[in-house]
């Protein structure tokens, strides 16, 4: 049936409330009124900021967007320095071939954790107590935390806390005395390092401290390592500016343990009772069994304490030679000794980029003859990147992302242009190679390239 005329003008009714705008809400009048004062104060506010770079020499085209953002930190000059001045020793990693002992490495993770701790108690201006720091890192680190630990930190990083012993300070539920003495830490801070008037200690201030700490042990595992090449024959001499690995007789696990600092004691007369009385009301409890058990570990540990070396244990002197070596030549010796420490100390000052590089080489002759069966296979002049990448590492015993393996593949290319060329055609990257080379003329090649490179 056709439309009537009823149904067309309703149909044209209803586009046209469809095309009509919806009239915005009108606003009150004092709503209008507020909105006109508040653009007559960011008037000002620009006028102002305008005037100000004016005075400050600034260039005079500026759009009061950036006028905004270049009073902000003009404002702020005399009183702080730059971010990329203040933390800049957050971009200085130390070399990864320097790892510590793992005594070392529990010792950092308790610093990170009673810095974590400390640093939520401080930012909310309570006391920060042994007791407090203890039962967190603890619960943190499954780990027993003792006050040999907090020693150990202020040994390590003698300007991260500030100790004290103090009293009256309130203590619920954990067994201590308000009149009781308490061993309690406040972190360091510099005079800028505030918020609303009171320091205050930042995560970026947190990471800066974390890794002062990580430095400062190594800095003492350095220690006990120049004392170990300064035992060896002949001696060997390394700066500690270009070390990045340890010698590979230097056994880090043996590196002593960290003597902690002496901690603040409560004053004399408000012990309640000394070691002393302790253990001799101890004593009248034990079995004499433990008695003897007890005065063992005590002996055992004094002589530990007594027979404690400041750096580690030197290697034996290889000066005396074997009986295998009988009738060679002295000097013949002492050129081997020269020539390996020489090789030695390359090593341990060797840039980790250099060393990543050597690992490519020393892979290069297994993966051309893959390469070459890749080609083979596909029955190709070239391919693309991202097919020989994946062939590539489909074949490959050792598991490698695509984008490492084309690492190697640009490597082959940048050594042996005759063999393998690298094309970039449009969007995509091809891959050619000529199968017609000898391969173990091509391994031979990649061997002596991987020696050269291991003798600089």
Not at 192 to 218: I, Q
Not at 339 to 354: G, S, Y
């Amino acid at each position: 049936p056709h439309p009537t005329q009823e149904d067309l003008a309703g149909l044209r009714c209803r586009l046209r409330r469809v095309k009509a705008p919806a009239r915005p809400p009108a606003l009150p009048a004092e709503a209008g009124a507020d909105l006109r004062s508040r653009l007559e104060r960011v008037r000002q506010l620009e006028l102002r900021i305008r005037e100000k770079k004016a005075a400050s020499g600034a260039t005079p085209g500026a759009r009061p967007s950036e006028g905004i953002a270049a009073a902000a930190p003009a404002a702020e000059a005399g009183e702080k320095a730059p971010a990329y001045q203040r933390f800049h020793t957050l971009a200085q990693d130390l070399p990864p071939g320097l790892t510590l002992p793992y005594k070392f490495k529990v010792l950092a993770e308790m610093f990170r954790s009673v810095d974590t701790i400390a640093g939520m108690l401080f930012n909310r201006a309570e006391t920060i107590t042994f007791a407090k720091v203890k039962q967190g890192v603890q619960d943190m680190m499954r780990k027993q935390f003792e006050e040999r630990h907090v020693g150990q930190i202020k040994a390590v990083y003698p300007a991260s806390y500030r100790l004290r012993q103090e009293k009256n300070i309130p203590a619920f539920g954990n067994g201590v005395k308000k009149s009781d003495y308490q061993l309690t830490l406040e972190p360091v801070l510099g005079e800028e390092e505030k918020a609303d008037g009171r320091p205050h200690l930042s995560a970026s201030r947190l990471l800066e401290r974390r890794k002062e700490f990580n430095r400062n042990l190594v800095n003492i595992v350095k220690q006990h390592h120049k004392a170990f090449l300064a035992a060896l024959s002949p001696p060997m001499v390394v700066p500690e500016e270009k070390l990045t690995r340890w010698h590979p007789r230097f056994n880090v696990d043996e590196v002593p343990d960290i003597s902690p600092a002496e901690l603040p004691r409560p004053p004399q007369e408000d012990r309640l009772t000394t070691a002393q009385e302790v253990l001799s009301t101890a004593r009248g409890m034990l079995t004499p069994k433990m008695e003897k058990a007890l005065a063992n570990l005590a002996l055992r540990s004094a002589e530990a304490g007594a027979g404690e070396s400041v750096v580690s244990k030197a290697p034996p002197s290889p000066a005396s030679t074997s009986s295998a070596l009988k009738g060679v030549s002295q000097a013949l010796l002492e050129r081997i000794r020269a020539k390996e420490a020489q090789k030695l100390q390359a090593l341990m000052t060797r840039d980790p980029r250099q060393e990543e590089r050597l690992a490519m080489l020393g892979r290069l002759p297994a993966m051309a003859r893959i390469l070459r069966n890749v080609f083979v296979a596909e029955k190709k002049q070239a391919l693309t990147m991202e097919v020989a990448c994946a062939r590539m590492a489909d074949s490959y015993d050792t598991q490698m992302p695509p984008g490492e393996m084309e690492k190697h593949l640009r490597l082959f290319a940048e050594l042996l242009p005759d063999w393998v060329g690298i094309h970039a055609v449009r969007t995509d990257t091809y891959i050619k190679l000529d199968k017609g080379k000898d391969l173990s003329l091509i391994t031979e090649r990649l061997t002596k390239a991987a020696k050269e490179a291991e003798a600089l």
